[in-house]
């Protein structure tokens, strides 16, 4: 299996606040679970977005109510719902490929960390 490099990249610009602070508190997740690389940047990146995206609609959600008028004054449950449902789905399905769920973790298997401790080499 290909070995990409040690992840070391910075968050895409396209990150709000939000995607920005998810990027850094999964990375050192990530990282010790030994399942990202420089490979991974676009997924990560992805799995950020759609986390900052279901925020924002959540967000805007909780103000605006789970109904929404329009203009020709029909009442029809609010496109947030939709948006942030869509979202959720997107970040479920990403959090799965870097083993961020319980049952996603069941099927990631990882080889032995470098060790340069001679003991561990009798094994």
Request: hydrophobic share 35%.
């Amino acid at each position: 299996e290909p070995q990409p490099g040690e992840f070391t990249a910075e968050p895409p610009e396209t990150l709000n606040e939000d995607g920005k602070a998810e990027w850094h508190r999964l990375v050192p997740i990530l990282t010790s679970m030994r399942v990202l690389t420089d490979a991974d940047y676009l997924a990560l990146g992805n799995l950020c977005w759609a986390f900052q995206t279901a925020v924002m609609a959540q967000r805007q959600f909780a103000t605006a109510g789970l109904l929404y008028k329009t203009q020709s004054g029909y009442i029809q449950p609010s496109p947030l719902h939709g948006i942030i449902q869509q979202n959720l789905t997107l970040l479920t399905k990403l959090m799965g490929e870097f083993g961020l769920t319980p049952a996603a973790r069941t099927k990631i298997s990882v080889g032995k960390p470098e060790t340069n401790n001679k003991w561990d080499k009798l094994e």
